[in-house]
């Protein structure tokens, strides 16, 4: 049906869907009674030359008038409608990629071209976050093979854009993630940066944890750049650290990495393809990637960190990236804080060679720095660590990386919560061992990282000795609220912090 019997005026709903564009009509409009539109029910919308297609939310007193359609912010952005306009409704054709989606929940291999239909109808909405659910559960586990993990790769960087540097290598690095804390990156990048290389870095935001880098780095400096924006930075300063979804270099992987986020699971070639999508479309040319391995980290044992590594290796020489693995402890936290301020306070402590700051930051971050200087060409293997080290002391990282800040739009001091709440513990002895998984989980449950100044900071590692009645950690929060909901949590779980000996 066309023409004025599918058509409706548009008004902005104001309504943050985050990335899944949401249309809302009135359940008695005249669209809704002769399309058979239901509740959920998914809706192709044109206005002027441009389209979307969105998922339909039914209102059913009088909000909404019933000539109107309301677009979610989402949506709204991708029409783009001016004053008055009006948008013809219908249903859309069903995607592409539907037989495979189907042929991957059943069990069967997935060619390369299937893939790239998975892929082509995620970025142009064409598939709901019912069925992205089934794609990644069915992806799950051990359900993707190496051949399947690099036509999932390619075809998360053929619906993206892609940055060219010219001639000479781009280097770059990424962890696997699960170690609350763990923010060397920003370090890394002035460091290497300092050195004279070049390391354009796209990070994500948290998908599972308090905080991803791109959440602490934006603590610091802007970094939701645009590519233009991104490629002045490095011009000019060799390094950034800005947000990967803004510059669309993997645009599949920020809508999968939003599906994730609740399940709070991936797999190895998920994480393959999103992590080498990324590196392969910023240009890299030279990768370090750092695999933590503990008991409660994402890579559990060090079987387990092979078979990724190997994959990881196998993607990357498909893909013509050079690739390097560095496997590190990854049984308690890494630095002081967890959650975005807190962890960008970290970074600048160690940057300003503080005498307070964290040596395990500080040392891991060198060890990384160290490897990928190492891997650029030309570099004299093993000397490393020793230019890194150099490099940080004599202040070039701190410089380096104020200048990147500049370069993104300003630097800013790391901000602190108003709300800070002692955990005591409640027994004598030594820490035997510490559930990273729990402890990021009283970092969320504290607001992080929506609240940036949200977490925890927790100074006590593996070996300490500690009496009952010391504080174990402090929780930050913003609101009374979040602080008191975090101390909850934390108070039912003592073994957050496994005490061994003493009373």
Request: aromatic share 4%.
């Amino acid at each position: 049906m066309s023409g004025d019997h599918s058509q409706l005026r548009l008004v902005r709903a104001g309504i943050d869907t985050y990335q899944q564009p949401v249309v809302y009509m009135h359940r008695d409009c005249h669209v809704c009674r002769s399309e058979g539109f239901t509740a959920l029910t998914r809706v192709l919308a044109r206005s002027g030359d441009r389209e979307v297609v969105a998922t339909l939310n039914v209102v059913v007193d009088d909000h909404l008038e019933l000539d109107v359609a309301a677009l979610s912010e989402a949506a709204w952005t991708i029409l783009q409608p001016g004053p008055d306009a009006v948008a013809v409704f219908s249903h859309p054709e069903p995607p592409v990629s539907a037989p495979a989606l189907r042929a991957k929940v059943f069990g069967r291999r997935l060619r390369e071209a299937d893939f790239l239909a998975l892929m082509r109808d995620t970025v142009d909405n064409r598939l709901s976050d019912i069925e992205l659910t089934a794609f990644i559960t069915a992806c799950a586990g051990e359900r993707l093979d190496n051949e399947e993990t690099t036509a999932l790769t390619k075809a998360m960087l053929a619906v993206g854009e892609r940055i060219d540097w010219g001639s000479g290598a781009v280097l770059d690095k990424h962890c696997v993630g699960g170690l609350p804390g763990n923010r060397t990156t920003p370090i890394i990048v002035a460091i290497v940066a300092a050195a004279g290389h070049r390391i354009p870095k796209t990070s994500s935001r948290a998908i599972t944890s308090p905080a991803g880098t791109a959440d602490a780095m934006e603590v610091m400096a802007p970094v939701a750049l645009d590519l233009e924006a991104m490629r002045s930075v490095v011009e000019r300063e060799g390094g950034c650290i800005v947000w990967g979804g803004n510059v669309r270099l993997s645009p599949a992987d920020d809508i999968l990495i939003r599906i994730e986020r609740p399940l709070d699971f991936d797999s190895d070639g998920q994480l393959v393809a999103s992590v080498l999508s990324k590196k392969a479309a910023a240009g890299s040319t030279h990768v370090v990637i750092d695999i933590p391995i503990g008991p409660t980290a994402k890579v559990r044992s060090s079987s387990a960190a092979a078979l990724l590594e190997a994959r990881l290796l196998a993607t990357a020489q498909a893909l013509g990236l050079n690739l390097s693995v560095v496997r590190t402890d990854g049984h308690q936290p890494v630095g002081y804080g967890i959650g975005p301020a807190l962890e960008a306070r970290d970074v600048l402590s160690v940057l300003r060679n503080d005498a307070a700051a964290p040596g395990d930051l500080r040392s891991r971050a060198l060890d990384l720095a160290g490897a990928l200087l190492d891997a650029a060409p030309g570099a004299v293997p093993g000397k490393g660590r020793v230019l890194a080290c150099t490099l940080l002391d004599d202040g070039a990282a701190l410089r380096k990386f104020v200048a990147i800040c500049e370069a993104q739009g300003g630097f800013t001091e790391p901000g602190m919560a108003p709300h800070i709440r002692p955990v005591f513990a409640n027994r004598t002895g030594q820490i035997h061992q510490i559930d990273n998984r729990r402890l990021a989980k009283v970092a969320k449950l504290a607001g992080a990282p929506g609240s940036a100044v949200a977490g925890l900071d927790s100074r006590l590692r593996i070996g300490d000795s500690i009496k009952i009645g010391e504080p174990l950690f402090h929780v930050h929060a913003r609101s009374p609220g979040e602080l008191e909901y975090a101390f909850e949590y934390a108070s039912a779980h003592p073994d957050i912090f496994e005490i061994g000996g003493g009373q």
